[in-house]
């Protein structure tokens, strides 16, 4: 089993910065692609950003210049640092993990619960 535990949401003025951790722990083998998602109220869940098991990183347009996505392989952990924050970035942001479980080498893909960011005005 695979679980997924996020941190670093919270509440930010305006331009100021937040950055997101989401720890991968459990029955893993390798670790594929990591990315962020975020769903703000009364939308469907959006991509964010991702970043590949060779670091190859991609962005939301919205999100470009703003937001870097790092992965520390060593600690099965990605991070999302947000700067120049806006208030349409308000959305419970979500982690998503795919790779292959420790058992029979079988494929996963994992959501993390959520960590709600609140970006005021």
């Known amino acids: 089993q695979v679980h997924l535990a996020e941190s670093g949401g919270g509440l930010v003025q305006a331009g100021g910065s937040l950055r997101l951790s989401c720890a991968a722990s459990?029955?893993?083998?390798?670790?594929?692609?990591m990315a962020w998602y975020r769903q703000q109220i009364g939308k469907q869940r959006e991509f964010v950003a991702s970043?590949?098991?060779?670091?190859?990183?991609a962005y939301a347009d919205s999100v470009k210049g703003r937001f870097t996505i790092s992965r520390d392989n060593a600690k099965n952990t990605v991070h999302l640092q947000m700067n120049g924050l806006e208030p349409e970035d308000t959305a419970v942001y979500y982690c998503?993990?795919?790779?292959?479980?420790?058992?029979?080498?079988?494929?996963?893909?994992?959501w993390g619960q959520g960590t709600l960011v609140t970006v005021s005005s």
């Open positions: 970043t590949s098991s060779i670091n190859t990183t």
């Open positions: 998503n993990v795919a790779g292959l479980r420790t058992v029979q080498r079988r494929y996963f893909e994992e």
């Open positions: 459990g029955s893993i083998f390798r670790i594929d692609n």
